[in-house]
């Protein structure tokens, strides 16, 4: 068994939230160590874009940081899908937006439909880029993405002669895995159904009850009544050597909610053994 090396836990932007930076300057006083950046536009007008943070403003993104300790992520929209020839503008803002505010991490989804050659083909460039500017790139499981798929994905990157392929890995959604079709209401057996060389380097925390992607805060739903989920979910991710930072997906109302599943979450780390 492999002790993780770091883990730390922050939180991420909201559409609904104005500011935009107020999810930040709560992880900031909070002391959360890890903050995610999810440009997040809606038709109806709700959420931001890249542009609508100002290079100033990115500054003092990245220098408070810096000064804080806290690491930094970049979830690329909704609508960057690699396969699409639309995603290469959206890309390109996420991109310079990630360098300029100083992310160590690029998130993006897993798109198989259409074969696991195209897709890799079609993030080969983003992976260049990002392995040049120091960042990994983390390939988040979606409802629809199922552990087979995550076993095919990593098998045939193995086999790429391409020198980037160190920086590229998983970002396990537990939502979403709780939702995923063959798991349904059973995201350890996700976990179980990985490969153990598929390497997981980012996280998502939410809960939901297999139901809708409802994105409560961790110990509001099921695990509120019953935590052993969550102890089983510590116990494999210590057994794989877990070193990256736990994202919790939502803007609760309070917002102490958050504090409360980073303290839990970090006790529980300290406590559960991976044996």
Known sequence: MTEPKQIRIGNQTSFTVVPIVQPFNYAVS??????????????????????????????????????????????ASFQSNPLKQAADVLFKNSLKFARDIGATLFNIHFYPADGIKAYVASIEPLLEILAKANMKLSIENTPETTPRDFNRLFKYLGHLASPYIFSIGMCLDVGHANLCGPTRNDFLRYIDLLDPAVPIIHMHMHENYGDYDSHLPVFTGPAGKDPSGIKGLIERLKKRGFSGSIILEQWPQPAELLDEARNKLLAMFANVSGE
């Open 30 to 75: 909070q002391g959360f160590d890890a903050f995610e950046w999810f440009p997040d536009k809606k038709k109806s007008g709700e959420g931001w874009t890249e542009d609508d943070i100002p290079i100033t403003a990115r500054m003092v993104i990245r220098e408070t940081a810096r000064t804080e300790g806290i690491s930094l992520s970049v979830h």
